[in-house]
């Protein structure tokens, strides 16, 4: 008896709160990176700057750092600087490709060369990769690749700073 007083409770429960409508927007499911700054960083890591300013870090498979991932992934941000989400990549043998690319050539890889990925929010995975016009075994090239570059900023530097 006292199970099909308990059951009948739980079921009215669950009826006076089906009443409830959640509606949540949809966002695009794809996400364009278009990275002009890539260094290598620490740990077997990579930081790679957003046009707009915001560091992601791109983090083959077995990384010690991020508890042995399974998968190779690129850790997002997003505009408020907050990690939103890592994104995979399918292939270990890809991002140590792009790892090596990156410690070959990063002095070149800028606004007018960047890395371009596309990410899918759905999958949470890296569809495409779109590497820079940037031969890492060149002899020749711009020396102005070898000075420092300017910051990547989303918004202008203010012209007085308040003390």
Known sequence: MKGILASALLLVSFQAHSNLEVIKPVFKEKIVLKIVRAIPDSFE???MTNYN????????AKNRVYDNNP???????????????????????????????????HYGIDEQRPFIFTLNTKTMSVEKI???????????GDVKDLFPKKEVRDFPKPQVFLE
Do not use: Q
Request: glycine share 4%; net charge negative; proline share 4%.
């Open 53 to 60: 300013g915001r560091e992601m870090m791109l983090v083959c």
């Open 130 to 140: 779109v590497y820079p016009h940037i031969d890492p075994m060149n002899d020749n």
């Open 45 to 47: 890591t990579y930081s």
């Open 71 to 105: 998968k190779a992934m690129i850790e997002y941000r997003n505009f408020y600087n907050e990690i939103a989400g890592n994104f995979t990549i399918e292939s270990n043998e890809v991002c140590k490709d792009i790892a090596k690319f990156i410690e070959r050539a």
